[in-house]
């Protein structure tokens, strides 16, 4: 399956200094050209030390760059009117971190990063070092700096007394961040998203097939374009405020409680299935091999909570054979837009839906991806573009 080609007419430039993580260059280079970026690497002495630039040459389809010649590749790339959208410092080393805080320029890739600071280029560093270097003050001091002059910083993990590189899934969100985040930047949104787990008894619970995945890709998608996320659900998204939720009255609490804390949230979108009844607890394990009744009580509509106390935008899903009825009455109650789709939809990795809002329907087919994606053009077209 094709990923969303949200990189497409961009350019990257990778720079890779000397940490030992440099061998995961070539899978982030793989996906950011997944992703439709055109990629040029650069690279450090030190870096070919570690991975060989005939490798990173194959991965992105163009000659890797060991030495400023009389070319200038800095300023082609990253001067004024440069053609790169983003340098991506991936790994990066403490010594190649802090000269770039301090304006050394001894290196290929210090070379580019102090070109592109002086133009105004966007730049993302991703460290990777012992966690002994990465606790240094002067480090730490030079990231403060950094940061204050605009730079992104994907936060390293740390593991077995070193700060890893981060995933290379989180390291394509913040370079796509980085390159469209102005269309939602300032806006917060809430979403809920997956299934609900109901207890039966004390193993036995009642949810739905529900995966959670156009909840992630509508998450995904939010932080792209430069939104600040929160997502109340059961698993862990990259990027996003996760709140961990496992039952209907476990995300209605959440639910509730972030908006009232968070009165600017500007957008809600309700992706979860919901648990429309809970099952009354029985004590202990039902026992097995004979028929047990199970009494659903019905719960409260968030969806209506939210209408009837708080002021977002409302995006709302509807599932069913024939939802249009129900739908229109939740656009009359408030909601902006209604996505209504099949039960088959539910945990696929693409659906069949059906866009409706006040302006009127429109048919929408797709990946999840895809669909978020329209999902969004929708809102910022008809919603957001006038404030």
Known sequence: MTPLQTLAGKEIVVAVTGSIAAVETIKLIHALRRRGAAVQTVMSA?????????????????DAITRISGRVEHVTFCGDGGSADLLLIAPCT???????????????VTTFATTALGSGKPVLIVPAMHHSMYRHPALLE??????SWGVGIVEPRIE????????????????????????LAGRSVLITSGACREPVDDVR????????QMGRALALQAFRLGADVTVVHRDTFPCVNNLSTESAADMRAAV????????????????AAISDFAPLKQDRKIPSGKPSMIRLDPLPKLL??????????VVAFKLGREPEKKAKEMIEK???????????TMGSTSGDYIQMSAQGSLPCKGTKEEIAAVIWETLIREHLRSG
Do not use: F, Q
Not at 94 to 108: M, V, W, Y
Not at 142 to 147: A, T
């Open 46 to 62: 030190a870096a070919e030390g570690i991975i060989s630039p005939d490798a990173l040459t194959y991965a992105s389809g163009r």
């Open 94 to 108: 403490a010594n190649t971190l802090s000269k770039t805080a301090c304006g050394i320029d001894d290196t290929p």
């Open 142 to 147: 030079n990231i403060r700096k950094l940061r």
């Open 160 to 183: 077995e007394g070193k700060a890893k590189i981060a995933d290379t899934e989180e390291i394509v969100l913040r370079c796509e961040r980085m390159i469209l985040g102005k269309i």
């Open 205 to 212: 619970v009642l949810t739905t097939r529900s995966s959670g």
């Open 256 to 271: 509730l409680l972030h908006l009232a804390e968070n009165d600017g949230t500007d957008i809600y979108i309700s992706a």
């Open 304 to 313: 209506d909570e939210v209408l009837l106390k708080y002021s977002p935008l």
């Open 334 to 344: 408030g909601v902006s837009l209604v996505l209504m789709n099949p039960p088959e």
